[in-house]
């Protein structure tokens, strides 16, 4: 699939369209080995976001021998930094429409290449698009030169612009901590305030105390309280640490469901008539360090959409019950809460 993106991009500059390629670092280790020279001699610009150092790269040793006390303190502010990733999937063309979702550009989105074990995702196209928010947030993350974190005009007026009416608009770029903190309230409002339903479907599900609560609360004021979680996992240390949280939502009488046959990696939220879909998931990294992008459908076709998807992902699940929990073995249990523990690090 990478290679045919790149091919569609070099068919796409070569009609005199401007291209530009921004990646994760960390979720694209090996990318400029294997797509650099191609796009260079595209001349396609491109650039990886906060890709981490090896110890033979110059800024390790430009201070190993000759400073080491220094060597050490770059190297945990590096790694410190690298912990907040761009995590958003975004395409824009034109300016005028976007895709977002939880797709990467992987083999695992392709059916006729996995067969039945093609990742199970969730993608939304919006057309039409006026707001800037989506070019300005690209803008942000093309300029970051990393280590150093030099403020720029871009980043100032898509905070400014974000910050200007959170509610009233449809879309989440988390870019800063106050956003970060508002998209965690927003959420938080939405499960104390929930009358109907509350349906999440996450791929990994490690959530805040508060979040958490609420979930809990919201079930036994009599909301439906549904979770679809990975019954197997692209990262199973998640999934153990996620099991942890299963005994006090099952007691409060939410239901739970995993995922079978396939890795599923969809990030979908539906709290009575409000719904969200994105990038984020309920954890950590997704809450309090990664940029992300989501968006609150508007249309009733889109929700129930949605809807109908939910419905469908249950029937490919497996609910978990209480006794099931209760069947687990020692060593089961000893790995959830061993992993349990390091959750903030994943």
């Known amino acids: ?14 009609r005199g369209v401007k291209v530009r390629l921004l990646v994760d670092g960390v979720g694209s280790p090996d990318f400029v080995d294997n797509y650099g020279p191609r796009l260079q001699k595209a ?44 995590h958003r999937k975004q395409c824009i063309v034109d300016g005028t429409k976007v895709w977002i979702g939880s797709f990467n550009v992987s083999d695992w989105h392709l059916e006729r290449i996995k067969g039945k074990t093609v990742w199970r995702d969730t993608g939304i196209c919006l057309s039409g698009v006026n707001s800037q928010v989506f070019r300005l947030a690209f803008q942000i993350a093309w300029e970051d030169v990393w280590p150093r974190h030099n403020a720029h ?24 901590r106050k956003l970060r903190r508002l998209f965690r309230k927003e959420l938080l409002e939405k499960g104390n305030n929930a009358q ?24 036994k004021r009599g909301c439906d309280v549904r979770l679809i979680l990975p019954g197997q996992s692209d990262v199973p240390i998640v ?68 809807e109908k998807q939910f419905q469908k992902d249950m ?21 959830s809460w061993i992993f349990f523990r390091f959750r903030a690090w994943f």
Not at 1 to 11: E, F, N, P, Q
Not at 58 to 76: A, D, E, G, V, Y
Not at 202 to 216: D, E, N, V
């Open 239 to 306: 999934r153990w640490a996620s099991m942890t949280f299963y005994p006090a939502l099952l007691k409060a009488g939410c239901r739970i469901f995993e995922f079978q046959q396939r890795v599923l990696h969809g990030k979908t939220t539906l709290v009575d008539s409000w719904s969200l879909v994105g990038s984020s998931n309920l954890d950590s990294r997704s809450l309090r360090k990664d940029l992300e992008v989501n968006i609150i459908p508007q249309e009733k076709k889109s929700i129930e959409s949605l």
């Open 43 to 86: 001349g396609i610009p491109f650039h990886v976001y906060r890709s981490w150092p090896t110890f033979f790269s110059s800024i390790f040793s430009r201070f190993h021998f000759i400073q080491p006390m220094k060597s050490i303190q770059t190297t945990l502010s590096i790694f410190n930094g690298g912990k907040h990733r761009d």
């Open 1 to 14: 699939l990478g290679d045919r993106v790149i091919s569609t991009l070099i068919k796409a500059v070569r």
């Open 315 to 335: 029937s490919e699940s497996q609910e978990v019950y209480v006794a099931d929990i209760r069947k687990r073995p020692f060593w089961s249990r000893f790995l």
């Open 196 to 219: 109907r339903r509350i349906w999440v479907l996450t791929p990994y599900f490690i959530p805040t105390g508060p979040l958490l609560r609420a979930l809990g609360r919201a079930a």
């Open 153 to 176: 005009l871009y980043r100032h007026s898509l905070i400014q612009w974000l910050s200007h009416d959170v509610q009233g608009v449809p879309i989440r770029m988390t870019v800063d």
